[in-house]
Nanobody, 123 residues
Framework: QVQLVESGGGLVQAGGSLRLSCSAS????????AGWFRQAPGKERDFVAR????????YYADSVKGRFTISRDNAKNTVYLQMNSLKPEDTAVYYC????????????????WGQGTQVTVSS
């Protein structure tokens, strides 16, 4: 079992930056790929970024490519999402997920989820 807890959300002005953290418990976390998803009110949960278990491979949604960076520190059981040049349309609850499927962007293919952290970007 893996438990995930996100932190680092908040209110920021457009153009600003935030770094989200996802702390994991469970000895096997380092063997799972990890992803970030987001969900705005009334919308579906959308893929944001994913990192392989080793950190060697990363994937991004087109909407965040060049602005967001996903990374991980398996020694600390933590995954990060550095978000720069934030836009109002980035406002959402951000969720961390972990799983062993090779499918990158489908939420149902991830086994473990955090409770989410709110990110609000004001214009």
């Amino acid at each position: 079992q893996v438990q995930l807890v996100e932190s680092g959300g908040g209110l920021v002005q457009a153009g600003g930056s935030l770094r989200l953290s996802c702390s994991a418990s469970g000895r096997s976390f380092g063997s799972y790929a990890a992803g970030w998803f987001r969900q705005a009110p009334g919308k579906e949960r959308d893929f944001v970024a994913r990192i392989s278990w080793s950190g060697a491979d990363t994937y991004y949604a087109d909407s965040v490519k060049g602005r967001f960076t996903i990374s991980r520190d398996n020694a600390k059981n933590t995954v990060y999402l550095q978000m720069n040049s934030l836009k109002p349309e980035d406002t959402a609850v951000y969720y961390c997920a972990a799983g062993s499927s090779r499918v990158v962007s489908t939420p149902t293919r991830y086994n473990y989820w955090g409770q989410g952290t709110q990110v609000t970007v004001s214009s």
